[in-house]
Nanobody
Framework: VQLQAYGGGLVQAGGSLRLSCAAS????????MGWFRQASGKEREFVAF????????YYAESVKGRFAISRDNAKNTGYLQMNSLKPEDTAVYYC?????????????????WGQGTLVTVSS
């Protein structure tokens, strides 16, 4: 599956953004999906996970209660709604899919990646 993430931009602290991840090539609903982020000089880190059908979601502690992952399989698109953004949320955000059979937060378990979209939160 090919993925394209978009929707990033510059936002003030406390603001909101919604990232989208458009999938093509294979049946999107065959894959669990995740969002990851990578700040400058840091390793890529897990942000959120959603199961194939959308019934199960998991979040990193740092974003729990502020971010919401969702998907619309009819549109082959996943989303990450980000609210109450903080400067420390500044990073390139990536969407990814996995054929792993259960929840995973490890980037190594995700085989397809989008190109990333930059989110910058100003203080």
């Amino acid at each position: 599956v090919q993925l394209q993430a978009y929707g990033g931009g510059l936002v003030q602290a406390g603001g909101s953004l919604r990232l989208s991840c458009a999938a093509s090539g294979r049946t999107f609903n065959a894959y669990h999906m995740g969002w990851f982020r990578q700040a400058s000089g840091k390793e890529r880190e897990f942000v959120a996970f959603i199961s194939r059908g959308g019934s199960r979601t998991y979040y990193a502690e740092s974003v729990k209660g502020r971010f919401a992952i969702s998907r619309d399989n009819a549109k082959n698109t996943g989303y990450l709604q980000m609210n109450s953004l903080k400067p420390e949320d500044t990073a390139v955000y990536y969407c990814a899919t996995t054929t792993y059979n259960s929840y995973t937060a490890s980037p190594r378990d995700f085989g397809s990646w989008g190109q990333g979209t930059l989110v910058t939160v100003s203080s």
